[in-house]
């Protein structure tokens, strides 16, 4: 082997070692990257749905059902007052029988 066959036995030994630290590199920082990217992604979607089971849900669960509450009281008023107008409906259709002209 004379020295030009091995200054290139050399060089292309070099080069085939840097060539492998610089893939390594690469798939090291492709796998840092995917775990980051996988980090951003679930803060994206967690931290919301943790804030809202946290907060949100409790505090919407009792306005609904204090809406539900206040829904229902005013069904319930709305029948009382609604009985005596059926109620005085009633009693004129019955009164309609007794006044002169009044059946049809």
Wanted: aromatic share 10%.
């Amino acid at each position: 082997m004379d020295i030009e066959d091995r200054e290139l036995l050399d060089r292309t030994y070099r080069l085939a070692k840097e060539n492998n630290e610089m893939l390594r590199s690469m798939r090291r920082a492709a796998f840092f990257s995917g775990l980051f990217r996988m980090a951003v992604w679930i803060a994206l979607v967690g931290v919301p749905l943790w804030f809202y089971i946290q907060y949100l849900h409790p505090t919407l669960s009792s306005a609904i059902d204090t809406l539900n509450k206040v829904q229902g009281s005013m069904n319930d008023a709305s029948a009382r007052v609604n009985a005596p107008v059926s109620d005085f409906t009633q009693m004129l259709e019955g009164l309609k029988g007794y006044l002169p002209g009044g059946e049809e």
